[in-house]
């Protein structure tokens, strides 16, 4: 399949790192580490596609040999799969065998023109062959796309009438300040929250309501009313 083929994708698979297909089966950080187990299951038996690129630089596609993919560690964090430097143990090549209907068999045995005075067997029956490590590096997997989130609406505005607080809050303010404060404060905090209950519905009877206990709590919130009232109001 051509490489433009590959890149073709399906809105409903899309290429993704090691690692973010990670961070998409793992529910937590505690599971990461049963996730990786998993994704090296799925590609060293071929159950899951994948592209990658040689040491030349070149990219491929799911054409990587059985052993390589048994073999292979992935690093998840850089996206890169190693196959160890191995030893391979072959037969020795050199040794004088011929080959006919039956057993492999020294060729000089039943020749005695090609007998000599040295064993020719003297030499290993198999040589080791070395191969180095192999990686290959931005591996990718085909995966389901992300469902895509759509963006949190803003919350919409609480439908019905506007808080109270702002009409309260002025007009207990402009109590406190006028000369009329020490007759509020002998009368006392409970009849100076319940005159600005009875106020808000006689002037303003379209306004949400509010209940005295209501009211003082925004007074003492409020920074510039809270430095108005008299402090013993405060210790109630």
Not at 111 to 135: G, K, N
Not at 182 to 207: I, M, V, Y
Request: hydrophobic content about 30%; some cysteine.
């Amino acid at each position: 399949m051509a490489e433009a083929d590959h890149d073709d994708t399906s809105s409903q698979y899309e290429w993704v790192s090691p690692r973010e297909y990670v961070r998409r089966i793992a529910r937590d950080p505690a599971a990461e580490t049963e996730a990786e187990y998993s994704i090296t299951e799925q590609f060293r038996r071929g159950k899951i596609p994948y592209c990658y690129r040689a040491g030349n630089g070149t990219l491929h596609h799911d054409d990587l040999s059985d052993d390589f993919r048994r073999e292979a560690v992935i690093d998840f964090a850089t996206a890169t799969a190693t196959r160890p430097a191995r030893t391979i143990r072959e037969p020795n090549p050199a040794l004088p065998y011929v080959r006919g209907n039956f057993t492999p068999r020294p060729q000089w045995v039943g020749h005695p023109l090609l007998q000599r005075d040295w064993d020719p067997f003297s030499r290993p029956d198999h040589i080791d062959r070395e191969f180095p490590a192999e990686t290959i590096t931005e591996l990718k997997f085909l995966v389901p796309r992300a469902p895509t989130v759509a963006p949190s609406a803003q919350k919409a505005p609480r439908r019905g009438r506007p808080s109270s607080a702002p009409l309260v809050l002025e007009e207990a303010e402009r109590r406190l300040r006028s000369s009329d404060k020490a007759l509020l404060e002998r009368r006392g905090r409970k009849n100076f929250l319940e005159g600005l209950s009875n106020w808000l519905h006689d002037t303003h009877p379209k306004a949400r309501p509010m209940k005295a206990k209501t009211i003082g709590d925004h007074l003492r919130e409020n920074a510039n009313v809270r430095a108005l009232l008299p402090k013993r109001w405060l210790r109630k």
